[in-house]
C-alpha cells in the first residue's frame, strides 16, 4: 500500500514530489504529504484525504525547497489524521521521514525514546525512525551513520526515505516493501513504483531488500548495511510514459481491459511456437520440472481465482494440484516436500500473504516459482524462479488484464509441467495452444463486438448479481463476481453451478439476474442450472459461443464469445464479465479506479 517518492537534483522539488504521488495515487491511501529542505531548514505539508487536498494546501501556502520526499499513507498505526500522516519529524524539526510498511517493535523503541525525553507527535509505529535518528546524531554520529544505525534497530517491514540535518542528501533503505531508483540527468527519484517518476527518466536501479541509496545532486550509491558498495544494474524501462497514464480512456480500468490484445501477445510473445505448437520457455527448458510431485498455486484475490483455474487445468492433465489463498496456506501448512513445487501467483509481486506463504514453503523444503507482473518485486527475490507475465503497468485497483495475463502464462506453464512430469512428450495439448496463438485476437473480438454495456443498463436495478461456472469456468464465475462487487459496491457472488442447489438457489429471485459461464465443459449441466434459476423467476445471461444454439435459445440475454477450445474460453468470457462490471458501476458514477476501501497492492497482512 501507500507510496513514497523523493527527488534531488530536479528543477522543481515540489511540482516534481506532488506530481509523482499523484501517480502513485492507484496503489490507494488516506493521506499524503511532502517535505522538502531549503536555506531555513525543513518545509512540510500534509494532509488527509486526496492528494488535490495537499496540492490546494501547497497553492494556498507555498512551500520551496532544493530537493525533498513525499508519501501517501494507507494508515496501520494510528488513525486518519493530519497528525498521524507521513512526513514525520523529529521535536528539532531537522529530520523527515516517509515510511511504508509496518515495524513492528515500535512499542518498545517508542518507550525506550521517549525515556530519553524524546516527545512524539503521532500515533504512528513510523514516528520512531526520525526520533531515532536524532538520538544518533545527538551522540555524534554523522548522517549516514545514524541513519543506518537507526534503521539498523527495526524489525518489521520497511521502506524508508529521510532528509537529515544540512546534508544535501536522500537516505534511503527498503526491507520488504518496494522502493526503486530513477536515474535521471543530475536528477535522482526514489520511489514505490516506476510511474512516479517514468516522466522524467526511463533508467531504473530496483534495489533489493537490505540495500541503502544515497542520492545527492553529484550522484547515488547503492551499499549494504555494512556500507560495502553493491552492484545493482541500470536497467531501461521500455514504457513509453502514457503508459502509465490514461491515454484518452475516462478510467484506467476501461483502458487497461481494452489493453489486453497487446498484453496478452507479451504473455504469449516467443514462448509459444506457432509451427510446432510447443512451449518453448526460456526460463524453464525441457526437464526442468521431472522431479515435481505435486503443485500448489498459492495467490489473493484474483490472483487466487488464476490459482484456482491453473490447478483444476493441471489436474485435469493428470498432475496432482490444489490452489489456496496465500492467507490461509500460511496458517493451515499443507505438507509439503522438496518434489512439491509452490507457485506464488502475485500481480505486484509485494503482496504480504503470498510473500509470508513462499516463505513458509520454503522452510518446509519446497520448491518455488513467482508469477508476477513486477520485474525485481520482492516475490521473485523470494523464490527459486519466476515467470513475468509482462502485462505491463496496471493502474486501476481492479487486476483485469493481469488475470487473462496470469491465466495464459500459468497455461503455457501447464503444458511444461506435462510434458516434464508425465513424461508426455507430445503431450503438449495442440489444440489449445492454437486456441491460445488465437486469443489475442479473438480477445479484440469480444472487445469490438461486446453488448456488454446495454446488459449492465437493462439489470442496473437489480439486488444482487449471482455468477455461475463449472470446472474451468467456476473461478471464471468467481473472478466476475469479485469484479462485478469491487467496483460497482453491488452484492454479487460467483458459485460452482454444481453447488446452486445446495444453498445459494434459496436467494434466487426475478431481482437477482444469475450470468451462467458456458464453456463447451458440461454444458448441458450448466444448461440445467439455468433452467433451475429461471423457474424461480431469475433473468439469465449466459456467455457463450453458440448465439444461435439451445443456450442462446433459452437464456433471456446472450453475451458471445468466439468458438475456441473449453480450457481457453474461460479467459474470453472474462473479459465479458470485466466489461459488464465496469459499465454497471459506470452507470452507478463510482469511483472506478480506486474502490472505496481497496488498494492495489496489498503489503499488510
Ligand atoms: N505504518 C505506517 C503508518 O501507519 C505506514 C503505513 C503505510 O505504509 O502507508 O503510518
Known amino acids: ?347 505486484s509481486g509485494e503482496t504480504a500473504d503470498t510473500l509470508d506463504a513462499i516463505r513458509r514453503a520454503r522452510a518446509a523444503g519446497a520448491r518455488t516459482l513467482a508469477l508476477t507482473n513486477v520485474v525485481g518485486s520482492s516475490i521473485t527475490r523470494e523464490c527459486d524462479d519466476e515467470l513475468l507475465i509482462r502485462a505491463g503497468p496496471e493502474i486501476g485497483v481492479a487486476a483485469t488484464k493481469t488475470f487473462s495475463s496470469q491465466v495464459t502464462a500459468l497455461m503455457l506453464l501447464t503444458e511444461r509441467f506435462v510434458e516434464d512430469i508425465t513424461g508426455n512428450k507430445s503431450g503438449v495439448a495442440r489444440d489449445v495452444m492454437d486456441s491460445l496463438a488465437r486469443l489475442p485476437g479473438d480477445v479484440q473480438e469480444v472487445l469490438d463486438t461486446s453488448n456488454a454495456r446495454e446488459i449492465a443498463e437493462e439489470y442496473q436495478d437489480s439486488d444482487s448479481y449471482f455468477f455461475i461456472g463449472r470446472g474451468l469456468a467456476h473461478p471464471v464465475a468467481l473472478e466476475g463476481a469479485l469484479k462485478f462487487k469491487e467496483i460497482s459496491y453491488e452484492h454479487a457472488e460467483g458459485f460452482a453451478a454444481s453447488e446452486l442447489k445446495h444453498g445459494p438457489l434459496a436467494l434466487v429471485t426475478p431481482m437477482t439476474p444469475v450470468f451462467a459461464i458456458f464453456t463447451g465443459f458440461e454444458d448441458e449441466a450448466t444448461l440445467s442450472n439455468m433452467k433451475e434459476v429461471q423457474a424461480r423467476g431469475a433473468p439469465v445471461v449466459a456467455i457463450t459461443s453458440d448465439p444461435d444454439g439451445e443456450i442462446a435459445e433459452f437464456a433471456d440475454h446472450v453475451l458471445t464469445i468466439p468458438e475456441t477450445h473449453p480450457d481457453v474460453a474461460g479467459i474470453t468470457a472474462n473479459i465479458q464479465l470485466q466489461l459488464v462490471a465496469y459499465h454497471a458501476a459506470k452507470l452507478l458514477d463510482r469511483p472506478i479506479d480506486k474502490p472505496r476501501n481497496l488498494a492495489k497492492c496489498v503489503t499488510v497482512e
Request: net charge negative.
Open 1 to 347: 500500500m501507500c507510496g513514497i517518492t523523493a527527488c534531488i537534483g530536479t528543477d522543481e522539488s515540489v511540482d516534481s514530489l506532488l506530481d509523482g504521488l499523484r501517480r502513485l495515487e492507484y496503489r490507494g491511501y488516506d493521506s499524503a504529504g511532502i517535505a522538502v529542505k531549503n536555506q531555513a531548514g525543513i518545509s512540510l505539508t500534509k494532509r488527509v484525504g486526496e492528494v488535490s487536498e495537499l496540492v490546494g494546501a501547497v497553492e494556498r501556502d507555498p512551500i520551496d525547497g532544493t530537493f525533498g520526499i513525499g508519501h501517501t499513507r494507507w494508515a496501520t498505526h494510528g488513525g486518519v489524521t493530519d497528525n498521524n500522516a507521513h512526513p514525520h519529524t523529529d521535536e528539532s524539526g531537522r529530520i523527515a521521514v516517509v515510511h511504508n510498511g509496518i515495524i513492528t517493535n515500535y512499542q518498545s523503541l517508542r518507550s525506550e525514546l521517549e525515556s530519553n525525553g524524546h516527545k512524539f507527535e503521532s500515533e504512528t509505529d513510523t514516528e520512531v525512525v526520525p526520533h531515532l535518528i536524532e538520538e544518533n546524531l545527538r551522540d555524534g554520529a554523522t548522517p549516514e551513520e545514524a541513519f543506518r544505525a537507526a534503521v539498523g534497530r527495526l524489525n518489521g517491514t520497511y521502506a524508508l526515505a529521510s532528509i537529515i540535518g544540512d546534508e544535501e542528501a536522500i537516505f534511503a533503505t527498503r526491507s520488504g516493501s518496494p522502493l526503486v531508483l530513477g536515474v535521471g540527468e543530475g536528477e535522482y527519484f526514489l520511489a514505490s513504483d516506476v510511474p512516479a517518476f517514468i516522466q522524467h527518466t526511463d533508467q531504473v536501479v530496483y534495489l533489493h531488500d537490505g540495500d541503502f541509496i544515497i542520492a545527492r545532486p553529484s550522484g547515488y550509491e547503492v551499499t549494504d548495511s555494512g556500507g560495502r558498495p553493491v552492484d545493482r544494474p541500470l536497467k531501461y524501462i521500455e514504457w513509453d510514459p502514457e503508459t502509465a497514464t490514461k491515454g484518452g480512456y475516462e478510467h484506467f480500468m476501461y483502458k487497461e481491459i481494452n489493453e489486453q490484445p497487446g498484453s496478452l501477445r507479451r504473455t504469449i510473445h516467443g514462448r509459444l511456437n506457432a509451427l510446432s505448437g510447443g512451449v518453448e520457455l526460456e526460463e524453464f527448458p525441457p526437464g526442468t520440472f521431472s522431479d515435481v510431485e505435486q503443485v500448489h498455486i498459492v495467490g489473493m484475490g484474483t490472483s487466487h481465482h488464476a490459482g484456482m483455474f491453473a490447478a483444476s487445468l493441471l489436474s485435469e492433465r493428470g498432475i496432482p494440484a490444489y490452489a489456496f489463498m496465500s492467507g490461509e496456506y500460511a496458517v493451515i501448512k499443507p505438507p509439503v516436500t522438496e518434489n512439491t513445487l509452490v507457485i506464488a501467483v502475485t500481480q
